[in-house]
């Protein structure tokens, strides 16, 4: 069973949060053990299904972890203990899942749980990159330091996904836009368009009968069409959401003209700042690029990190390695890494590619961006000038019909 509680420390401070327990006895006990004195305790209640939270809006996101990491940063900085820090964020926290999950790491950290073992039992809110970065502030005592460098990381990735998402916000409308002129089109002037045409025993076009013939199929199978679209979009998305249409989508991506130079900017980006803070954090190179392999999701980037770390394991260095594959690592890169490797800075050199990439990859967006606006308008433009014509041209043929 799931308990809500409200208590107090022996410092003062409220708790709010849940526990389960078998009973309200056994939530009772297990609060007191944890030095908390209870004012509230009552069972939780089962919402009706109408107010219950859907379980992708109560999914934690890298926001959440984000804010997670910078505000559990400056508590620590500021001298308040993890666990107390952690039910305090918990507490703040908008999301019931993510809530319940910083409600346990902190109940796991207070039992004698490192930290970092405490978050790996959450895969899917926190990744290995993020666990190993704990694991080795905790090795050197610098927890704090290195969850300020986990919010700086996680702040520009949720950046530049933000910009992307932004970049594509106007294309979408547009798009909206068209769907609603066709609706609008198909069935509202096309149907009283045939009808006149009809009364008026006017011969059409080849390209208005066909118009008039998609409008009819549109509004008697208009709920076919409609279960048909959502069945390839449900399908699309169910796959690219597996392991494979994951790795399709992003060998897909480097495929594409102009998309691909944007993408493989994106990949080198995260490969160079990911390794440059777990090198910064104190881990072997061969175990930060083992992390680091984790983090890049395409396979063909993922392939190449590996042999790196092969590669240095055989004692090669990372340059040596990176240079084997001109097509998909920049000579830049190549001759920056080992400028860095040859004077002891290489986390400094990979933090520079990683700037130096995300000012490119922002004017890139902004290009494309500018480049897909007015050819969506142009493609859209000439599809409704298209239906426009097949209306209207049979009334310029037989404008005598009508009267003028």
């Keep these: 069973m799931r308990f809500k509680y409200q208590a107090r420390t022996k410092e003062g401070l409220i708790q709010i949060g849940i526990i389960e327990a078998p009973n309200r006895q056994r939530a009772a006990t297990l609060l007191q053990e944890r030095g908390l004195y209870i004012t509230y305790l009552g069972a939780e209640e089962k919402k009706p299904f109408y107010a219950r939270e859907l379980g992708f809006l109560t999914r934690p996101t890298k926001k959440n972890v984000l804010y997670f990491s910078r505000h559990l940063a400056l508590m620590l900085k500021s001298g308040i203990g993890l666990v107390e820090a952690l039910r305090s964020i918990a507490l703040q926290a908008e999301k019931t899942r993510f809530r319940e999950v910083v ?15 405490a978050l790996s039992k959450f895969p899917e809110v926190f990744s290995d990159f993020f666990v190993n970065m704990i694991k080795s502030g905790e090795a050197s005592g610098k927890l704090a330091d290195s969850l300020t460098y986990l919010a700086d990381n996680l702040e520009k990735e949720y950046i530049l996904l933000t910009k992307i998402k932004n970049g594509m916000t106007y294309p979408a409308l547009v798009l909206v836009v068209f769907v609603l002129v066709g609706i609008l089109m198909f069935f ?17 076009p080849a390209a208005t009968r066909a118009i008039i013939k998609t409008g009819v199929i549109l509004q008697t199978w208009w709920w076919l069409v409609l279960t048909s679209i959502l069945f390839i979009i449900f399908g699309i998305w169910g796959y690219l959401s597996t392991k494979e249409g994951k790795e399709f989508l992003s060998n897909l991506s480097l495929k594409l003209p102009i998309i691909g130079k944007i993408a493989q900017k994106i990949y080198i980006t995260r490969f160079c700042e990911n390794l440059s803070t777990l090198i910064f954090a104190g881990l072997p190179i061969t175990q930060a690029l083992e992390v680091t392999s984790g983090v890049v999701t395409n396979k063909k980037y993922k392939k190449i990190v590996e042999e790196t770390k092969e590669g240095v394991r055989r004692g090669e260095t990372i340059s040596a390695v990176l ?55 142009i493609v859209l433009g000439l599809i409704v000038g298209g239906l426009m014509l097949g209306i209207f041209l049979p009334i310029y043929q037989n404008i005598g019909a009508f009267g003028f």
């Design 188 to 204: 509202v002037v096309l149907p009283r368009f045939s009808e006149a045409m009809e009364n008026l025993e006017i011969p059409l």
């Design 103 to 117: 409600l346990k790491i902190a109940d796991d950290v207070e039992a004698g749980t490192y930290f970092s073992d």
């Design 323 to 377: 240079e084997r594959y001109p097509k998909s690592i920049p000579a830049m890169v190549v001759q920056m890494v080992r400028v860095g490797e040859k004077s002891g800075r290489l986390d400094e050199a990979l933090k520079k590619i990683g700037e130096f990439y995300r000012t490119e990859i922002d004017a890139a967006i902004e290009g494309l961006v500018s480049i897909i606006e007015p050819i969506m308008i």
